[in-house]
Each structure stands twice: as C-alpha cells, then as structure tokens.
C-alpha cells in the first residue's frame, strides 16, 4: 500500500466526526448519511483506496451480479423474499403485549392494524412498543435457534 494512503487511512479514527462527514462531502459529493462515526471510518478508508488503486474486476464483477439481482430492467427493486414464511392474506396475527390484546390483518400487499396499512410488521411492532423490533419476531413467526417458536 502507498504510504501516503495508509497514513490517511490510519489517520481516519483519529478525526472527529464533523471533519469525518466533511472528508465525506469532499469525496463522495453528498452529505454523509447518519450513522456511527466507526461505519463512517470504514466506508472512507475504503473509497480513499478504491479512489487510489481502483476496483478490482473481481469485485465490480460481483458489484454487476448483486445490482442484477436486485433490480429489474426499469431500475427499480425487486421485492425481496421475506425471511419467513409470509402467512397467507385474510389471515389475522394476534399478539398480546403489556396485557393488550393486538391484531394485525395479512394484506395482498403489507399488513392492517388499527385501521391503518403497513408494509412491514416491523413497523407495526414499533408503533405498539415504541422501540425498534423485527416484526416477524415479535409476532412469532420466526424460530428461535434450537428450532423453538
């Protein structure tokens, strides 16, 4: 590795984050996203060595493959398969939480609860516990390791 880029990289997580999202603009020509400063470290060495040694074509390889298989011809992303098995529409989930009783319909396309739609259930379980959850987990409908629901 060059010299001049190992000691910019190694200069990384000694930076504070406002110089670290002004790096960002400077190279990316966009606001940093929100996230911890250790993800902002990691994204910025690797574009200081990707803007120094190029990308692989190994990787730009696997790049092509990964946009492919998640974008369709117009661009746009394909749906992904949910991670469980997704209950069928019409179905009522039932979850009882803080001695209340909550139920959320299947819909073609997302899920009903208190009269409103969601996409996700995820979104569901956080309106109800006001923290960040993984809807089918909350609602049972994943295994838990050792093959226990």
């Not at 590795?1 to 190992?6: G, H, N, R, S, T």
């Not at 939480?97 to 009903?112: A, N, R, S, T």
Request: glycine share 8%.
């Amino acid at each position: 590795m060059d010299k001049q880029v190992l000691s910019r990289v190694l200069a990384l997580p000694k930076m504070t984050t406002p110089e670290l999202k002004k790096l960002w603009q400077e190279m990316y020509k966009e606001d940093a996203p929100r996230t911890h400063k250790t993800q902002l470290v990691k994204k910025l060495a690797y574009r200081l060595q990707e803007l120094s040694y190029g990308v692989s074509p190994d990787i730009e390889v696997r790049i092509a493959e990964h946009a492919k298989s998640h974008f369709s011809a117009g661009g746009s992303a394909q749906k992904k398969t949910p991670s469980y098995p997704r209950p069928m529409v019409g179905t009522k989930i039932i979850r009882e939480y803080k001695g209340i009783e909550h139920q959320v319909m299947v819909l073609d396309e997302g899920f009903e609860y208190q009269g409103c739609k969601y996409t996700s259930l995820s979104k569901i379980a956080k309106n109800i516990t006001g923290a960040a959850w993984s809807g089918p987990a909350f609602f049972g409908l994943v295994r838990k390791k050792g093959g226990k629901t």
